[in-house]
Nanobody
Framework: QVRLVESGGGSVQAGGSLRLSCAAS????????MGWFRQAAGKEREGVAF???????TYADSVKGRFTVSQDNAKNTLYLQMNGLKPDDTAMYYC?????????????????????RGQGTQVTVSS
């Protein structure tokens, strides 16, 4: 049974950094599109950062230049390094995994395309 477990969330001040981890079991990282979504209170869920089956990364405009998605296939873990955090980055962050080799726009816009999701980890950024 595939399981994704996020960790690394917490509370930081604006300008700070956090690194989120997503440990996968019964799923091979690097084999297909994986990514991070987030949902802030009262807002719609949005795609944040994605890594496809050949290692190409894509980012939401709001996080470009600040966030970096990466993976360690030996550890079967996906990461999200978040630098220059802003209060607007406050949200629950979810890891998601799919069977698609590419992270098309449909996938980046809709977490429903990902059959596997983690339980989420909270990130809170204070000003």
């Amino acid at each position: 049974q595939v399981r994704l477990v996020e960790s690394g969330g917490g509370s930081v001040q604006a300008g700070g950094s956090l690194r989120l981890s997503c440990a996968a079991s019964e799923y091979t990282t690097g084999s297909a599109c994986m990514g991070w979504f987030r949902q802030a209170a009262g807002k719609e869920r949005e795609g944040v950062a994605f890594l496809d089956g050949i290692g190409t990364s894509t980012y939401a405009d709001s996080v470009k230049g600040r966030f970096t998605v990466s993976q360690d296939n030996a550890k079967n873990t996906l990461y999200l390094q978040m630098n220059g955090l802003k209060p607007d980055d406050t949200a629950m962050y979810y890891c998601a995994a799919s069977f698609s080799s590419t992270c098309t726009t449909d996938y980046r816009d809709n977490m429903d395309f990902f059959p596997y999701r983690g339980q989420g980890t909270q990130v809170t950024v204070s000003s």
